[in-house]
């Protein structure tokens, strides 16, 4: 196959995995708390972030999504060293507008890379696997481009993703949670259990009153949905909540020793939103990709 790279966003948590490959690239979202900007890992970590938000509540923090001079930088950069095929993998389009400012770069982009932008409809982890994967593919060099891109699509899709979180208050503030009209006040007193649908969107699943309850009823659930599964990769993601975090992945990792697993810290870029004290799991059904 062609040489081919992969653009990935911050917003995978890539970062905080040992992953070294010369073909992959990752550009960066922006944390602005107060007048400051950050470049998302590069100037400003998940551990600095969330001691940031924890100590001074105030702290209301926002995001941008990488700017599109950026992306043609890097697609120059990428054709420099030599590429003809470029896969950008992205954060679900519902969350965050770098889908579409990815596929502008790529339609306006004046060289002669063939590129391929792929909304994940995941975020955080369970998105960054979704990189993972096509690096794996490129590795073994068995299938063209588009038919990469056609199975990424669909390990997209199977996939269950939760995720419980602490504080719903910059959710709702940033517009991020689906369906949370009028729901507020009774939300923003429980610790619910959320989903990733679909279409990518965050939207409530289950209201639950403490969060000890909230992280056991959401374990229950991926164990049952693991049933008779085989080939099954399981992502968990926490902003500083390694209680939780240990729970739910012992828990799962005791039923199932063998599926194979990512974990990694919810960069800032992602905790602008979800605040501190989540705990996030997913699981991504192979053979359902491959059918």
Do not use: W
């Amino acid at each position: 196959m062609k040489k081919t790279a992969v653009i990935a966003v911050s917003t995978g948590c890539l970062d905080y995995l040992d992953l070294n490959p010369e073909n992959l690239f990752i550009i960066r979202c922006k944390i602005i708390i107060g007048d400051k900007t950050y470049d998302d890992y590069v100037d400003i970590n998940a551990s600095d972030f969330y001691d940031t938000i924890k100590n001074d509540t105030s702290v209301v923090p926002s995001s941008s999504m990488p700017a599109i001079g950026e992306i043609l930088e890097t697609l120059e950069t990428i054709e420099k060293k030599g590429y003809e095929n470029v896969l950008i993998i992205t954060i679900s389009s519902e969350l965050s507008g770098t889908y579409q400012t990815c596929k502008m770069a790529a339609n306006s982009f004046e060289g002669n890379l063939n590129v391929k932008v792929l909304d994940t409809k995941n975020a955080a982890i369970s998105e960054g696997f979704i990189s993972i994967e096509a690096l794996r593919l490129i590795d073994e060099d068995k299938l063209s481009l588009d038919e990469m891109y056609t199975y990424l699509e669909k390990l997209s899709l199977a996939r269950e993703q939760y995720f419980m979180v602490d504080n719903l208050r910059l959710l709702v503030k940033n517009g991020r949670l689906s369906g949370a009209k009028g729901l507020m006040g009774r939300l923003l007193k429980m610790k619910p259990i959320l989903k990733v649908n679909d279409e990518g969107k965050i939207v409530p699943h289950e209201k639950i009153r403490t969060q000890r309850k909230a992280l056991e009823v959401m374990t229950d659930q991926v164990i049952e949905a693991l049933k008779g599964r085989k080939n099954v990769v399981i992502t968990y993601d926490t902003s500083d909540n390694q209680e939780g975090f240990d729970y739910v992945k012992s828990r799962i990792e005791q039923m199932y020793p063998d599926f194979k697993s990512y974990a990694a810290p919810i960069t800032p870029v992602i905790g602008a939103h979800t605040g501190a004290g989540t705990v996030g799991i997913a699981f991504f059904d192979l053979d359902e990709a491959q059918k």
